[in-house]
């Protein structure tokens, strides 16, 4: 079952525009992972924001999380066409295995040059 | 930098062909995973392997066996192919199995089953 869910589902944005996608959960977590795919490859992790932690920055990567809202987002600024791909939240639920991530179903960032 | 590398990239079998999708990884990690992608579902757990010598079954593990061949590889196997085992399997690795820990991705195995 889905744990985290992204929206939109699609968002197309003009080169040098922000960007921003949205995360839900259910259950409680221990933290929250965003990862890029670009076409026909693998996942490739960006940024990871623990439950007790509000905002998290990496380059033009801005992450927040609202543990009451069971919310995430993520903002990339000054977007590039190179930042054409999909993106995922995952969330470590606590409790449970200690291994599983669980993924949502993905927003599909387009930017056009 | 290899990083996880999956072998073969693309396959098409008949239906209740066998076929085992290789993964290895060069970065030390004790913990490997297998997921598959369908359009619309996101990625899903099939099995993982928390340290070498163990194996666990994820969110979907029906139709499928894996063997951690030692702490770089970890195969997946196809018994006997059904058309629903039709995806995107990826191979992943963590340095350990802990929730907090990003996961490193192969390029994944495209699998058609006809």
């Known amino acids: 079952s889905q744990q985290g869910e992204e929206d939109p589902q699609a968002l197309s944005i003009q080169e040098g525009e922000n960007a921003t996608m949205n995360c839900s959960y259910k259950?409680?977590?221990?933290?929250l992972q965003w990862y890029r795919q670009n076409s026909g490859r693998g996942l490739v992790h960006l940024i990871l924001i623990r439950s007790n932690e509000r905002e998290k920055h990496s380059g033009r990567l801005r992450v927040t999380l609202d543990t009451s809202k069971k919310s995430s987002s993520l903002l990339i600024t000054a977007s590039r066409a190179a930042d054409t791909a999909s993106y995922f939240c995952a969330t470590g639920n606590s409790g449970g295995s200690n291994y599983k991530l669980t993924f949502g179903k993905g927003t599909l960032l387009t930017v056009n040059p | 930098n290899a990083g996880v590398t999956q072998t073969p990239k693309f396959q098409v079998l008949k239906t209740g062909q066998s076929m085992t999708l290789q993964c290895a990884q060069d970065m030390n990690h004790n913990s490997m995973y297998w997921y598959r992608q369908d359009p619309g579902m996101g990625l899903r757990l099939i099995y993982y392997?928390?340290?070498?010598?163990?194996?666990d079954k994820g969110e979907v593990p029906n139709g499928y066996n894996v063997s951690r061949l030692n702490k770089r590889e970890f195969s997946l196997r196809l018994e006997s192919a059904a058309p629903s085992q039709t995806s995107v399997y990826f191979c992943?690795?963590?340095?350990?199995?802990?929730?907090?820990?990003?996961?490193?991705f192969g390029d994944g195995t495209r699998l058609s089953i006809l």
């Open positions: 992943a690795s963590s340095v350990t199995g802990g929730k907090d820990q990003p996961q490193h």
């Open positions: 259950t409680s977590i221990n933290n």
């Open positions: 392997s928390a340290s070498e010598g163990t194996t």
